[in-house]
């Protein structure tokens, strides 16, 4: 895997967790860099995107709570999650789209559980 995430874990609602993704190889400064998750039974989905020009996308359950940033010289992503709920837990995986071609990169995930 060319993607690598780290900063999960196990937080109480209300707290916050700060997710990386470092892009190893990958020919980053192109690519839109995404967050996704799945829920164990659920489907993978798209948590929030940002293009190689920096526009942002969210889901809109984690809008106003979460923030995507990359910094393309250090070639890394994050995902910053505030006012985390029991319904963020899940496994999070960074994802690399070429903008152009279908190629794609993933990460190997990192959970993400939202508990008292």
């Known amino acids: 895997d060319q993607l690598v995430e780290s900063g999960g874990g196990l937080v109480q609602p209300g707290g916050s967790l700060r997710l990386s993704c470092a892009t190893g190889d990958v020919f980053f400064s192109t690519y839109t860099m995404n967050w996704y998750r799945q829920a164990p039974g659920q489907q993978r989905e798209l948590v929030a995107g940002i293009t190689s020009d920096g526009s942002e996308k969210y889901l809109d359950s984690v809008k106003g709570r979460f923030t995507i940033s990359r910094d393309n010289a250090k070639k890394m992503v994050w995902l910053q999650m505030n006012n985390l709920k029991p319904e963020d837990t899940a496994v999070y995986y960074c994802?690399?789209?070429?903008?152009?071609?279908?190629?794609?990169?993933w990460g190997q995930g990192t959970q993400v559980t939202v508990s008292s």
């Open positions: 994802n690399a789209a070429h903008p152009s071609f279908d190629i794609t990169h």
